[in-house]
T-cell receptor
Framework: DAGVIQSPRHEVTEMGQEVTLRCKPI?????LFWYRQTMMRGLELLIY????????DSGMPEDRFSAKMPNASFSTLKIQPSEPRDSAVYFC???????????FGPGTRLTVT | AQSVTQPDIHITVSEGASLELRCNYS??????LFWYVQSPGQGLQLLLK????DTLVQGIKGFEAEFKRSQSSFNLRKPSVHWSDAAEYFC?????????WGAGTKLIIKP
């Protein structure tokens, strides 16, 4: 298996622009997680999907952030409009519910100028 | 409240020396515990996990961890570190299929 796939790996954008991050989970996994990692705040869970349904989005910072999972093999995290404070590494992880282990993608490094 | 504490932000050890990274947890039931490693610029990789049974669990890359319920601890150990072990290590606790993360410990290897 190719593991969790994220794209793009790096994104540089200007403040106010829309940013879309993409994730393909491991085939057969039914849970998907979006995380944000910064030096100041460490690793933060943004949202968690189970069977394509958002279960917990309490970590989404504000309405500028939205996430979707239209099917079991694809998810997006969108920031609109982006701000410099959104600069971070965004990770997607997936798991098979019964095993609890989360497998992480390589991350997307987002820089908002 | 459920929580994971990694008391050491940084640890420096010499190559070839033994290593122990500390992890303490707070959880009301039997915990499911994990150690992950993050190399610079990389995602997180699972090193090992504890669900039940034998309290000493073996993981990849020569790491092991011991679950001690009486001390609410799940410390990670390696008998002899290699320069390639330099990374950040995260302890995590499962809570309803979500992970509660420690702040991480950065391991620095002295040549």
């Amino acid at each position: 298996d190719a593991g969790v796939i994220q794209s793009p790996r790096h994104e540089v954008t200007e403040m106010g622009q829309e940013v879309t991050l993409r994730c393909k989970p491991i085939s057969g996994h039914n849970s998907l997680f979006w995380y944000r990692q910064t030096m100041m705040r460490g690793l933060e869970l943004l949202i968690y999907f189970n069977n394509n349904v958002p279960i917990d989005d309490s970590g989404m910072p504000e309405d500028r952030f939205s996430a979707k999972m239209p099917n079991a093999s694809f998810s997006t995290l969108k920031i609109q409009p982006s701000e410099p404070r959104d600069s971070a590494v965004y990770f997607c992880a997936s798991s098979f519910e019964a095993t609890y282990e989360q497998y992480f993608g390589p991350g997307t490094r987002l820089t908002v100028t | 409240a459920q929580s994971v504490t990694q008391p050491d932000i940084h640890i420096t050890v010499s190559e070839g020396a033994s290593l122990e990274l500390r992890c303490n947890y707070s959880y009301g039931a039997t915990p499911y515990l994990f150690w992950y490693v993050q190399s610079p610029g990389q995602g997180l990789q699972l090193l090992l996990k504890y669900f039940s049974g034998d309290t000493l669990v073996q993981g990849i890359k020569g790491f092991e961890a011991e679950f001690k319920r009486s001390q609410s601890s799940f410390n990670l150990r390696k008998p002899s570190v290699h320069w390639s072990d330099a990374a950040e290590y995260f302890c995590a606790l499962d809570s309803n299929y979500q992970l509660i993360w420690g702040a991480g410990t950065k391991l620095i290897i002295k040549p």
